[in-house]
């Protein structure tokens, strides 16, 4: 089975527009997500789907500048921007990770491929957002590539072509789903980008504990979230705010 990590980016997000291209540590967000997602063990390839090529250009020439798999389609039709990107590099299965979660955790990521491997005669989609317990920012979704190719060509709906994650949510029982929980309900804690206080908290975040030598996970961000709680107060009245009903990248 191939699976590959499937990293959702547009230039055009509307909150906070080229968010996928600001710096942390003197990469954009992109590469970290990249990087960090290229360091979970049971992933086969990390690649980039992208909008149109004009509008996301800085996107596109940057993946080819530093090796990194894309495919560039659909700037509106998410379902299938996604399914095209699965079927050009033959994957039996994408972890889809918005290019909003810089924070994005490769044990987390390998925990519900696991799953996802163990079951796979038995679900259509594992993630770990149905029932939010992990913080904002650390979320994955795995999608079998007949699930996806089952919504491609079943999704009529402008609306859900869009934004297919909706299309799911008001038809649950067409689908096999495993919602993965955390120990401990962590989903008051917001760790993505979707506001320019979210790219201050996670900048300071990567400036305490980025290392090029290794990855910082969940537990390093709780512990020095311990240690110097006044981090949380920069985006804290975004907390809460999940954005679920429209496509952000």
Known sequence: MKVIGLIQARMGSTRLPG????ELVGKPVLWHIYNRLKNCNLLDLVVVSTGEYEKNREICEFASLNNIPFYSGSETEMIDRI??????????A???ITADCPLIDPKIVD??????????????????????SFPQGLDAEIYSFKILEKMWKEIKEPEFREWFPLYIDK?????RILNIKNSLDLSNFRWTIDYLEDYEFVKQVYEALYNKDRIF???????????????MKINKKYVGIRNVDAPKI
């Open 19 to 22: 968010k996928v291209m600001l």
């Open 111 to 132: 925990r519900l491929i696991l799953e996802f491997r163990n079951k796979n005669s038995e679900i259509d989609i594992v993630t770990n957002n149905k029932i939010q």
């Open 171 to 175: 038809n649950p029982t067409l689908f």
């Open 94 to 96: 994408i972890v889809r």
């Open 83 to 92: 399914y095209q990107t699965a079927k050009k590099f033959h994957a039996n």
């Open 217 to 231: 996970g969940m537990e390093e961000v709780l512990d020095l979230l311990k240690k110097r709680p006044e981090l």
